[in-house]
């Protein structure tokens, strides 16, 4: 029995979701269908990549991974499956691709499935459906489309090093509502040698130690820590960071490193 996850931007209120799961049980009734999320905000290829790049390791070898994000048909989209690492993914080739993986994927192709009419204002419940079940089924990528050299390629937001200082961004806002920043526990580690430092956000807030895990502070209390992702990360024990820290996506941390 195949396994095919799902990160999309569809949301739960419409009957979207619905309508891709249907789709897919029609073609592959003893699928195991797993939701990653649906909550992506519309359109926002970096926040699906961040979440799907930290779960899709743990899934076992031949999953197919479904993404459903700006995938609306233009003349310019270009609808691809991947092989990366043991799992297989289908999207659309708008640089989320480029921003999940850390290294050149080894087989690409362009889906040469053909279109069904009815269905050109949602690509998702056709093509993709189709690509995603064959793979799932355990069928080839050269099948079902030919091979690319290249993916659309997009950057991410990095962080900026002034010599003692990195400038990061909150590129995450989990259910928790604990705030995840797009420096790294390996960036961090090079650039802090063993010093004390201080972590600036907003206006006046301000960290100065890690923490290894939640509890390690009292209840209402802020931290940081480098959690699952290895992303630094600022929490409230017990709280909700984001809103009572005033922390939205984009906004800017700083960390400065003493000597």
């Not at 998702?124 to 290249?150: C, M, N, Q």
């Not at 950057?155 to 259910?175: A, F, Q």
């Not at 972590?199 to 100065?208: A, G, N, P, V």
């Amino acid at each position: 029995m195949g396994i095919i996850t799902l990160t999309t931007d569809l949301g739960s209120k419409d009957f979207y979701q619905s309508a891709l799961k249907g789709s897919l049980l029609s073609l592959m009734p003893n699928v195991n269908l797993v939701d990653i999320t649906h909550e992506v905000p519309s359109f926002n290829i970096s926040y699906a990549a961040f979440v799907l790049k930290n779960a899709y390791p743990y899934f076992p070898k031949n999953t197919v991974h479904l993404i459903g994000i700006d995938s609306v048909y233009s003349e310019n989209t270009k609808y691809i499956a991947v092989k990366h690492r043991d799992h297989f993914f289908v999207g659309a080739d708008n640089g989320i691709f480029s921003l999940l993986f850390d290294d050149i994927p080894e087989d690409v192709v362009e889906l040469n499935i053909m279109q069904d009419l009815k269905y050109l204002h949602f690509p998702l419940v056709d093509i993709f459906v189709k690509a995603a079940t064959h793979l799932a089924k355990g069928g080839k990528l050269k099948d079902i489309g030919l091979p690319v050299a290249e993916i659309e390629q997009k950057m991410l937001l990095h962080p900026v090093i002034e010599r003692d200082i990195i400038r990061g961004s909150v590129v995450y806002i989990d259910t928790f509502c604990n705030v995840i920043t797009n420096i790294t526990k390996d960036l961090f580690t090079r650039i802090q040698k063993n010093r004390d430092f201080t972590l600036y956000f907003r206006k006046s807030e301000t960290i100065t130690q890690l923490s290894w895990h939640y509890n390690e502070v009292q209840e209402g209390e802020k931290l940081c820590l480098f959690g699952i992702s290895n992303h630094l990360e600022i929490a409230i024990n017990k709280g909700k960071a984001s809103g009572l820290l005033g922390l939205h996506l984009g906004d800017i941390v700083r960390v400065e490193f003493h000597p």
